[in-house]
T-cell receptor
Framework: DAGVIQSPRHEVTEMGQEVTLRCKPI?????LFWYRQTMMRGLELLIY????????DSGMPEDRFSAKMPNASFSTLKIQPSEPRDSAVYFC?????????????FGEGSRLTVL | GDSVTQMEGPVTLSEEAFLTINCTYT??????LFWYVQYPGEGLQLLLK?????DKGSNKGFEATYRKETTSFHLEKGSVQVSDSAVYFC????????FGTGTRLTIIP
């Protein structure tokens, strides 16, 4: 079975540009998570969807960040406008159940560099 | 709120050495506990889990026992290999999943 698929794997952009990261969760999983990983702050949960509905977006840094899940097989994380401090690895993860089970399947990540 | 504290890294060991990575937690409820591993350039993978006190999770030669009395879930392996070099994350789940900061492990041949 295919795992969680993220694209792009690497993105280099200039400050002020719009960035869109994409995620395809594992088929049949009903929970989807976006995480951000940096050396300084470690792994941070940005937003969590259950059955395509955003449940907890308290980790979204600010209004420049938005996430959507139009259907069960696709999600996007958008940053507009991007800033150098957004440089990080962004992970998408999916789960058959909710976050309380703790069993998440992670994609390989999208490494974002904002110049 | 819930939190996880892991030993600071990096940790460097020789091949076949014994490994312990300490993890303690703070939680108001009765969480499940997890160890995730992140190999270079990859996402996190679930390594093992324990869902209640005194449970032992094990996988790939790694073990961890859920100790409620000491609020700990230390990761151990009797003989590490170069291929075990990775970052290891302790995590707990109550209503949501909370990760520790990660411990980078490097095994030298």
């Amino acid at each position: 079975d295919a795992g969680v698929i993220q694209s792009p794997r690497h993105e280099v952009t200039e400050m002020g540009q719009e960035v869109t990261l994409r995620c395809k969760p594992i088929s049949g999983h009903n929970s989807l998570f976006w995480y951000r990983q940096t050396m300084m702050r470690g792994l941070e949960l940005l937003i969590y969807f259950n059955n395509n509905v955003p449940i907890d977006d308290s980790g979204m840094p600010e209004d420049r960040f938005s996430a959507k899940m139009p259907n069960a097989s696709f999600s996007t994380l958008k940053i507009q406008p991007s800033e150098p401090r957004d440089s990080a690895v962004y992970f998408c993860a999916s789960s058959l159940y909710g976050p309380d089970t703790g069993e998440l399947f992670f994609g390989e990540g999208s490494r974002l560099t904002v110049l | 709120g819930d939190s996880v504290t892991q030993m600071e890294g990096p940790v460097t060991l020789s091949e076949e050495a014994f490994l312990t990575i300490n993890c303690t937690y703070t939680a108001t409820g009765y969480p499940s506990l997890f160890w995730y591993v992140q190999y270079p350039g990859e996402g996190l993978q679930l390594l093992l889990k324990a869902t209640k006190a005194d449970d032992k999770g094990s996988n790939k030669g790694f073990e961890a026992t859920y100790r409620k009395e000491t609020t700990s879930f230390h990761l151990e392996k009797g003989s590490v290999q170069v291929s075990d070099s990775a970052v290891y994350f302790c995590a707990l789940s109550d209503e949501k999943l909370t990760f520790g900061t990660g411990t980078r492990l490097t095994i030298i041949p």
